[in-house]
C-alpha cells in the first residue's frame, strides 16, 4: 500500500518531516542530547538522542516545503522566547493565533510517531490543511512553563515530551450527556495532548463532537488559553507547572486519572 500525505491525501513525493523543524535543533550547542518521549493510551516511547533529529515519512514534499514551512517560519520568531527563556514578553491575538496554529500541526505530526490503538481522526489533518493559516476552532491550546528541561545540569527532565490520550473528562456546552454517549459510540471523540519543548508547556484538547468542547483549565496562574483567544498575556505567567508536580501532575489532572 503506498503512502499517502496525511494532510493533503497526496501520494506524490512523500517527504520525511522533522518531527521538530530545524530552526529548534540549531537554537542547541552542537551535539547537545538529552531525554526525548512521546506516550499514548498504550505505547510509549523514550530514547536519548541528539536534539530534534527525528524524522517520520507522513507528508508529501509540497506540504512540507509550503505551508507547513510557512507556519514554522512564522512562528520560531515568537516561540524561541518561550522555549529557551522567562524573559518577559506580552503576546497579541495574533500572535497567540500563529503559536497555536504551530501547537497544533505539531501535535498532529507528533502523534503519528506512536501508533496503537488511539489515533487523531483523520479529519483533523484535512481541516488544518484547508485552513493552513489560521488555527482550528475544534483545538483549544493552553500555555504554561517549567523551570527546568533535560539538558541542563542537575535535572531528569526531558527535553521533549509528549503524551495523548482519549479522554471523557471535559466540560461540553449545548450537549446533553446523553447526546455526547451518542456521538461516541458512532465514532466521535475526545482527546487531550501535553507538548513540553524547553521551558514551554502546552495543553491541547481536541473534539470532533458537534457542540463546544472546552477543558475546564485547572489554573490560570499556571496555564493561560491562546487559542481560542480571550485577552492578550504576559509571559511567563505567574506560576511554573512545577507548583502542580510538574508534567506528572499537569497530565494527571489533564486526563482526570
Excluded at 530545524?22 to 550547542?29: G, P, V
Excluded at 495543553?203 to 488559553?225: E, H, M, P, T
Amino acid at each position: 500500500m503506498s503512502r499517502v500525505c496525511v494532510f493533503c491525501g497526496s501520494s506524490k513525493n512523500i517527504s520525511r518531516e522533522h518531527i521538530f523543524s530545524d530552526w529548534l535543533s540549531q537554537k542547541f550547542a552542537k551535539g547537545t542530547k538529552g531525554n526525548n518521549e512521546v506516550r499514548g493510551d498504550d505505547l510509549s516511547r523514550n530514547w536519548q538522542g541528539s536534539i530534534f533529529q527525528d524524522k517520520i515519512k507522513i507528508v508529501c514534499g509540497k506540504c512540507n516545503n509550503g505551508w507547513m514551512s510557512d507556519i514554522e517560519t512564522r512562528a520560531s520568531k515568537l516561540l524561541s522566547p518561550l522555549i529557551f527563556e522567562h524573559r518577559p514578553a506580552s503576546y497579541s491575538r495574533d500572535e497567540q493565533a500563529i503559536i497555536a496554529l504551530w501547537v497544533q500541526k505539531t501535535v498532529l505530526v507528533i502523534s503519528k510517531t506512536i501508533g496503537g490503538v488511539f489515533q487523531i481522526p483523520k479529519e483533523f489533518y484535512s481541516q488544518l490543511y484547508n485552513s493552513r493559516i489560521v488555527p482550528l476552532d475544534n483545538m483549544m491550546v493552553h500555555i504554561g512553563w517549567r523551570l527546568e528541561f533535560g539538558g541542563m545540569k542537575h535535572t531528569e527532565q526531558p527535553i521533549s515530551s509528549f503524551e495523548i490520550k482519549q479522554v471523557t473528562r471535559a466540560e461540553v456546552y449545548r450537549l446533553s450527556v446523553n447526546k455526547i454517549k451518542d456521538q461516541i459510540n458512532d465514532g466521535k471523540m475526545i482527546w487531550a495532548a501535553s507538548l513540553a519543548i524547553g521551558y514551554v508547556v502546552f495543553n491541547i484538547f481536541g473534539s470532533n463532537l458537534d457542540g463546544n468542547v472546552q477543558v475546564g483549565n485547572s489554573d490560570d496562574r499556571i496555564f493561560v488559553c491562546i487559542h481560542p483567544y480571550l485577552s492578550d498575556f504576559d509571559w511567563p505567567t505567574e506560576w511554573p507547572i512545577n507548583a502542580v508536580g510538574g508534567l506528572i501532575g499537569v497530565r494527571k489532572e489533564l486526563y482526570g486519572d
